[in-house]
């Protein structure tokens, strides 16, 4: 142990000299302070000229891959929106499905909180429609139930228990709070385990307001948690289009709060600050962001000349891709199935959309389960990789008549079309693993040949004229986020990987990162993991002088070149 603790010292040690990626483009080095802060966890984050015509840039790129489905960029007012297959409510017109949450439900909560006829109307209520206060009076915040604020608490006490990395991040902070001073915004999912990220944030000196990036995936006891511990949170579960926007609005328009750090997933925060409040990015130190999504937004601003502040890519760090990509799919999607459609998966004929690490995760899984799989690609390489792997290699077309199970992982849009569904056998399940919530072209079934029988909690029947139906999961959107759960463990490697990539933004020293999107220098990638490798009791070999030299490395890393992935 003696040993292990004489390399992670070294490892920090060596980490403040220059640290720059081997063979990139641009050398980078890591703050002092940051470095500073790891080594203390280890023994246990423009020229405004530019940003003219940006509304278009946005435009031009975006199409339809944010989250919430809209054929207008800014809010969409009840009397202004088209819902189709809209069903009735005691408050009128609400979207089709309401989910039940990753790990529970309302309904259940609400039952131990009381069953009188108030509290049922209550839930009727759009949370926009009522204000609600916590036990220390305060109501900066738009959820669904501050009751079920101590049922939240225990599901994040439950997910702290395997995100030990952001317990030893908390540790650090203990003598210097590296976010001192960080406003920062969010647009990500709001679970258990993304609570976890945003205490942490806060434990190290940052505040923030936050908004869900998908309309199914908050668990609304989780915010109610959030919004308890006086932390300024927007968001429940099936929201409308409308609200969707609202809460990102209330996250930015703040008098006399003004945000200097944004952390995305998808790129709606981002997009909404270009298009109504541009003049914000003047004290903006940087974006982080999650998804493939927001990412392509990002590089085509970049392109353009209209990226006016630095941006760190966490999508693309090792960490992420090897682990939540893949493994936390791998897992997920099998779970996600059952739920929602009872799935027998032994003999079935699944296609998968795609064969990145989302498509390579959700592949394996259904494989070692007894389905007969089938991949499309547009990538010759990642084509090859499925060939090697033991997929047949297909065209969507040749084979969509005979398939039970279609599964989009891609990031793209409208790869199954409306086109595709017309030819699908009867019983066929669609659902969508990938970030977007256009990779399955939904809107094209609200013709009015067609029926949409909303048959249980995130699965809808879509009836031909012939009688013939497709069973739709969660209308589209990220399936496992909206019907199931993912491993804790998991998302603790990609928030730690966020909070690192918001520290070394905000600390980073004036010049050092441009107008521009970079990956998380590789020496904190290797970091993420380290930080993770305690839970197994595991323990690096050390390289020699000799070794290192041999191999021409840092003896303490960083391992691998930039473009590793």
Known sequence: MEEDAHHTEAAMSSALETATDRDSPQPLTISSKLLRMLEIASSWPPAFDQMQNNEEVFDAHDGAVSEAPRTKRQIQYPEQSTEFNSRFTKTGRRSLSRSISQSSTDSSADLHLGDSDTEFAEDEVSPRDRQQINSKGKSDFCIKNIKLADFGRREIQLAEEEMTALTALRKAAQGEKPLAGAKIIGCTHITAQTAVLFETLAVLGAQFRWAACNIYSTQNEVAAALAEQDFPVFAWKGESEDDFWWCIDRCVDLEGWEPNMILDDGGDMTHWIYKKYPQLFKKVKGVVEESITGIHRLHHLSKAGKLCVPAMNVNDSVTKQKFDNLYCCRESILDSLRKTADVMFGGRQVLVCGYGEVGKGCSAALKSMGSLVCVTEIDPICALQACMDGFRLVRLSDVIRQVDIVITCTGNKNVVAREHMDLMKNGCIVCNMGRSNTEIDVASLGTPELVWLHVREQVDHIIWPDGKRIVLLAEGRVLNLSCSTVPRYVLSITATTQALALIELFNAPHGRYKQD?????????????????????????????????????????????????
């Not at 904190?524 to 070999?541: K, P, R």
């Open 517 to 565: 999107v970079y990956l998380l220098p590789k020496k904190l990638d290797e970091y993420v993991a380290s930080l993770h490798l305690q839970t197994f009791d595991a323990h690096l070999t050390d390289l020699t002088d000799d070794q290192a030299k041999y191999l021409g490395l840092n003896k303490y890393g960083p391992f691998k070149p930039s473009y590793y992935r």
